[in-house]
């Protein structure tokens, strides 16, 4: 059974720092993964999606890097913002037939930016 | 990307009422639509896997009679919580998927948060 990790759980950094959130899972053989925001009492929007062939991935100041082999994932924020303050999520999709995009999901990592 | 839209965002009703949980994909068809449930501070948990025209498939410890599944068409899954109770408080959310296959993505909807009081 798949089982996704995140770590840390919290974290709290100045303005304009880089950040590096962590994730991994015990099963390499995955289809996908993605990274996720959620603010407080609100669904989720889909930051980044890597492909299980994929090493990485860049959106604007995220950058999410895939090592599938050792079953670990990274999302770099650069030049963080107060408005990054959420909570990140990865999850990973264990098949690939359409119909079952079911995800696995991580423990999560509260992120708190500091004016 | 592909749009999935959850109706109500929030409710609260009575222990022992049901509330209804409506999912669409609005511009796409799903066959499959997947619900999650997340309590407090904790991480999303797969509760079900809904399928057009057949039964739902339940993940362990899920109770199929009390969390009613319905896929009736291609576009609409609906999630009926029946005789709730105040440990069913909790963020009701689903996804699906895009079996066009413009993308491998899954596709949440908005969520519903539910208080039961």
């Known amino acids: 059974k798949q089982e996704v990790t995140q770590i840390p759980a919290a974290l709290s950094v100045p303005e304009g720092e880089n950040l590096v959130l962590n994730c991994s899972f015990t099963?390499?053989?995955?289809?996908?993964l993605q990274w996720f925001r959620q603010d407080p009492g609100k669904g989720l929007t889909s930051l980044l999606l890597?492909?299980?062939?994929?090493r990485e991935q860049t959106s604007g100041r995220l950058n999410a890097s895939l090592d599938k082999s050792s079953g670990r994932s990274t999302l770099y924020i650069a030049a963080s913002q107060p408005g990054d303050s959420a909570t990140y999520l990865c999850?990973?999709?264990?098949?690939?037939?359409?119909?079952?995009?079911?995800?696995?999901f991580g423990t999560g990592t509260r992120l708190t930016i500091i004016p | 990307g592909a749009v999935v839209s959850q109706h109500p965002s929030w409710v609260i009703c009575k222990s022992g009422t049901s509330v209804k949980i409506e999912c669409r994909s609005l511009d796409f068809q799903a066959t499959t639509m997947f619900w999650y449930r997340q309590f407090p501070k904790q991480s999303l948990m797969l509760m079900a896997t809904?399928?057009?025209?057949?039964?739902?498939?339940?993940e362990q410890g899920v109770e199929k009679d009390k969390f009613l599944i319905n896929h009736a068409s291609l576009t609409l899954s609906t999630l009926t919580v029946t005789s709730a109770h105040p440990e069913d408080s909790s963020f009701y959310i689903c996804?699906?998927?895009?079996?066009?296959?413009?993308?491998?993505?899954?596709?949440f909807g908005q969520g519903t948060r539910l208080t039961v009081v």
């Open positions: 809904s399928n057009e025209g057949s039964k739902a498939t339940y």
């Open positions: 996804s699906a998927g895009d079996p066009g296959g413009r993308s491998t993505e899954a596709f």
């Open positions: 099963d390499s053989a995955i289809y996908n």
């Open positions: 890597i492909q299980s062939s994929q």
């Open positions: 999850a990973v999709r264990s098949t690939f037939n359409f119909g079952n995009e079911k995800l696995t």
